[in-house]
């Protein structure tokens, strides 16, 4: 029901050894953003498409997630936010170009980049519905999902506040949510159950970050939460979408945790035909 994911741009600064050492640790998706045969998401060429999908069709792999920037703008710059309109033009094209229908972005800049702001939805709440409800509109004309990211240092850092955010737009087709295990951690939102169960009726993507030891378990803010039993919590609620591995302590690292989370899958997997027989 779900597959292992990685940002193909912390393996390796080059993308086909990326996409090799991705798919040599188990992934079978990867997540684009950067170090793209030179180029980053927003700006790539016809050309460097068809390098992308020759890549992954040599590897057996797909693309499960378009790491744009959509949302990482200032609410006070109108050209700012209309660049970003243009940029999330461009990543519906991708998303047809590659098959993946899955676009990442953000709710706008919160005031400060959050640093020393006393988080308040209050008074932002109708300019993100501004920004993101045409977006969700566009995407799910053309058979995609706008997914927003937790970040605490965009108007969108908690689940609670994707909650709310995602309820004030009336819940639009188009418009999913990413579940970082370790962005909230910052805000004193423990990400799992608590977090979880906020977003889970929306939830399109995850992301798996690293606790301060640089490995995937226990997760993030808990001190004994496994990979394993997130996944299994996943599974049992019909989750369908990438486990996405991002910001490890370097290469090795990130592929490491990528087996991880294979081996994870592989169990879960293993368990569950075990209690069918």
């Known amino acids: 029901m779900f597959e292992a994911c990685v940002f193909t741009d912390e393996v390796a600064p080059e993308f086909p050894e990326a996409v090799r050492l991705a798919a040599e640790a188990g992934a079978r998706m990867l997540e684009i953003r950067g170090k ?21 069709e040599a590897h057996q792999v797909g693309i499960g997630s378009l790491g744009s920037p959509v949302g990482k703008c200032s609410m006070d710059d109108p050209d700012e936010m209309e660049q970003h309109g243009r940029i999330f033009e461009r990543m519906l094209d991708l998303s047809e170009e590659l098959d993946c229908p899955i676009i990442r972005g953000f709710a706008l800049w919160a005031p400060n980049h959050g640093k020393d702001w006393v988080r308040d939805l209050n008074p932002y709440l109708d300019r993100i519905a501004e920004f993101l409800m045409p977006k969700a509109e566009q995407a799910a ?7 927003l990211e937790n970040e605490w240092d965009t108007l969108m850092g908690s689940c609670a506040e994707a909650r709310r955010i995602v309820q004030h737009l009336g819940e639009p087709e188009g418009l999913g949510l990413v579940w970082d295990f370790g962005n909230s951690v910052i805000l004193g939102e423990s990400p799992y159950p608590e977090g979880y169960e906020l977003i889970v009726p929306w939830l399109v993507h995850v992301h798996v970050k690293p606790n301060p030891n640089g490995t995937a378990s226990p997760l993030p803010g808990t001190d004994d939460v496994t990979l394993g039993e997130v996944l299994s919590r996943l599974w049992n609620d019909d989750y369908e979408g990438c486990i996405s591995v991002e910001h490890f302590p370097g290469p090795e690292k990130t592929l490491q945790a990528v087996r991880d989370v294979v081996m994870s899958i592989q169990e879960i997997e293993a368990a569950s035909r075990r209690a069918r027989d």
């Open 36 to 56: 793209l045969f030179g180029q980053n998401i927003r700006e790539l060429s016809p050309e460097t498409v068809n390098k992308i999908r020759s890549v992954c």
């Open 141 to 147: 004309e053309r058979g995609a999902v706008l997914a």
